[in-house]
């Protein structure tokens, strides 16, 4: 299993681009396999841009978001950026994509949220093939494109979604080359994540996806103290619709008890538990304990030691 730093899950991460930057081409100094930063709106800057900027400083690291939410971005416009990220990072560029959520949509931008896997299915429909191809004419519920996009040297660029209900699963293993999920843990992906996207895409004849798993993850010796922590930087992400549905799958109250936490050899066996149950990518969202100035250092030093190894 892969292992990644995803960094700006919580405004805690928040950060600036020399320093953000400055922690990829760390990441890739110390052996990690990938580094991830979201697409959030409200908050830093522009993902496809950092990563476009690391990958011109970078030679061998996976550069991903994780996600862009697609209601408030054309497939057109995304699928150039995209590619020019892509040829930025020499095809070391992973796209995550993903509808959002409802309230983000709805009253951030002023959009509908209205049937977001049939729209899913339907950017996939236009921003595929025109990455992939150079052109595309499609016509449907939300979109009506007739493009072309002429990319000298066209770079491969690997499409991931954030597929966690059935339909947006089966879509993935259809049409995208993996799932990218956050709060979802061993047993939501051993039992229902893994198994639905893997189908999908034999069913279809595509090659086995990635199953990427973005978790909050500190390394300490005071686990209660390490869920107090998680219980209070990451409640938001518990009131959210999606992901309270793959925390019920997992049978949890809240974010904390999904977050990987404990001391090294802990760290080691709920790692492995998730490479067993069908994860192939870890991305780690690394939190401090309060008072604990090194906590973050050591969590980051544990990953490092386990990358190749789980």
């Not at 892969?2 to 890739?28: H, N, P």
Request: glycine fraction near 10%; aromatic fraction near 6%; proline fraction near 6%.
């Amino acid at each position: 299993m892969r292992i990644g730093v995803f960094v700006g899950a919580s405004t805690a991460d928040l950060m600036g681009l020399d320093e953000l930057i400055g922690r990829i081409k760390q990441a890739e100094e110390d052996g990690f396999d990938s580094f991830w930063i979201p697409h959030i709106s409200a908050r830093g800057y522009d993902a496809l841009t950092v990563l476009a900027l690391a990958g011109m400083q970078t030679s061998r690291i996976e550069l991903g978001v994780g996600v862009v939410p697609t209601f408030p971005r054309h497939p057109v416009a995304l699928a150039q950026q995209a590619l020019t990220t892509a040829a930025a990072t020499d095809s070391r560029f992973l796209l995550g994509i993903g509808p959002s959520h409802r309230p983000g949509i709805e009253m951030s931008f002023g959009l509908s949220y209205d049937r977001p896997a049939l729209h899913m299915r339907e950017y996939l429909s236009v921003m595929r093939p025109l990455m992939e191809e150079g052109r595309v004419q499609f016509s449907g519920e939300f979109f009506n494109v007739n493009a072309e996009l002429d990319v000298p040297d066209r770079p491969q660029c690997p499409v991931l979604i954030s597929a966690l209900a059935p339909r947006m699963l089966r879509l993935a293993g259809e049409r995208a080359d993996g799932t990218i999920t956050w709060m979802a843990g061993p047993r939501t992906i051993r039992e229902h994540i893994a198994p639905r996207i893997g189908s999908s895409a034999e069913a279809h004849g595509r090659a086995s996806p990635r199953v990427c798993v973005g978790l909050p993850t500190a390394v300490c010796d005071d686990e209660a103290a390490g869920r107090r922590q998680a219980a209070e930087a990451y409640e938001r992400y518990g009131q959210l619709v999606n992901y309270r549905r793959v925390l019920d799958i997992e049978g949890v109250e809240g974010p904390s008890e999904v977050a990987l936490i404990g001391n090294e050899d802990a760290l080691r066996r709920q790692l492995e538990e998730f490479a067993a149950g069908g994860a192939t990518d870890f991305m780690a969202n690394i939190f401090a304990l309060p008072g604990d100035v090194e906590s973050d250092q050591r969590t980051y030093a544990a990953l490092k030691d386990l990358v190749g190894k789980v």
